[in-house]
Nanobody
Framework: QVQLAESGGGLVQPGGSLRLSCAASGPAFSSYDMVWFRQAPGKEREFVARTNWSGGITTYADSVRGRFTISRDNAKNTVYLQMNSLKPEDTAIYYC???????????WGQGTQVTVSS
């Protein structure tokens, strides 16, 4: 089991940037693919980005590709989400999760709020 804790959210103006962090505890972190999701008020949770265990393979939702970058540092047990050119529609609670196999998620963090507003 891996415990996850997101941080780095906040209020930012449109066009701004934030970097989210997801710190993991537990020895198995480096063996997991990691995923960022988000959930906006009144909407279903949606996939944002995925990285494989090494960070060498990444995938993105169409809505964030070219603006967001997922990365990880296995030595620090942390996965990151760099978010640039933020838009109001990026406003959501952002969660990280372990992917135990494709499409199946094990451990979740508590989420961090991102609000994009002028």
């Amino acid at each position: 089991q891996v415990q996850l804790a997101e941080s780095g959210g906040g209020l930012v103006q449109p066009g701004g940037s934030l970097r989210l962090s997801c710190a993991a505890s537990g020895p198995a972190f480096s063996s997991y693919d990691m995923v960022w999701f988000r959930q906006a008020p009144g909407k279903e949770r949606e996939f944002v980005a995925r990285t494989n265990w090494s960070g060498g393979i990444t995938t993105y939702a169409d809505s964030v590709r070219g603006r967001f970058t997922i990365s990880r540092d296995n030595a620090k047990n942390t996965v990151y989400l760099q978010m640039n050119s933020l838009k109001p529609e990026d406003t959501a609670i952002y969660y990280c999760a372990t992917e135990v196999r494709y499409g199946a998620y094990g451990d979740w963090g508590q989420g961090t709020q991102v609000t994009v507003s002028s």
